[in-house]
Every structure is written in structure tokens, then in C-alpha cells.
Nanobody, 128 residues
């Protein structure tokens, strides 16, 4: 069974840090770009960051630049999102999504394009 599984979410105070993981099974992430999305109830998915298949290119939305860092460990088949300086507005369910490099070698944070796999999400709550 091919799947992505996120972990690492939780409750953290403002200014704190969390590191999310997106672990793949049944698929080889070397052939996929990965995007981290977040969603709050009643709103659309918001693309937060993405990384190319090789890891040499990354993209961040303005609201997280300088605070979040995306990385990947292809031998471990895992992608990470290090989140520092967390703010209450970062509270959301965070999802990772994989998009085959056959569609494009460039990663994207756009939710409207087709992704091949989605994880089930991990909740991040930033509150004092």
C-alpha cells in the first residue's frame, strides 16, 4: 500500500518549534516533489513550502519565510518541515503531498494542480 504518513504535530507555545515528518511507504520519494500544505476548518488548503525531488530547490510562502525550513532525506524516504518561531496563525492541520516528477520537475505550492499522494495530516496548535 502506497502512502504518506505525517507526524510531529502537537501543541506548542508561541515562539516555539516543531519538526514535522512526512514518511513514505510503498513509493520512492526520489521521483516526487513534495509540498507541505496546511488547512484550517472552513478554508482551502494553503501551500506552505515545497522541495524538489533532489532537494536542491525549495519554495516558501511569504508568511513562513525565515521561520520554516523544508528538507528531505531520500535514503530514509522522508521529508521534513522544521517550524521555528511559531505563531498562533500557524495553527492548522498540516499535510504533505507528493507529485511525480513526470508531471513536473519543479515543485509547486499550488493546491489546484494534481498530486499523486496525500498524507492524512497532523495537527499543529500554537497557543499559550
Amino acid at each position: 500500500q502506497s502512502q504518506l504518513v505525517e507526524s510531529g504535530g502537537g501543541l506548542v507555545e508561541p515562539g516555539g518549534s516543531l519538526k514535522l515528518s512526512c514518511a513514505a511507504s510503498g513509493i520512492t520519494l526520489n521521483f516526487f516533489t513534495i509540498t507541505w500544505f496546511r488547512q484550517v476548518p472552513g478554508k482551502e488548503h494553503e501551500g506552505v513550502s515545497c522541495i524538489s525531488a533532489s532537494g536542491d530547490a525549495t519554495v516558501y510562502v511569504d508568511s513562513v519565510k525565515g521561520r520554516f525550513t523544508i528538507s528531505r532525506d531520500n535514503p530514509k524516504n522522508t521529508v521534513y518541515l522544521q517550524m521555528d518561531g511559531l505563531k498562533p496563525e500557524d495553527t492548522a492541520t498540516y499535510y504533505c503531498a507528493a507529485r511525480s516528477t513526470l508531471r513536473s520537475t519543479r515543485c509547486t505550492t499550488e493546491p489546484q494542480v494534481n498530486y499523486d499522494y496525500w498524507g492524512q495530516g497532523t495537527q499543529v496548535t500554537v497557543s499559550s
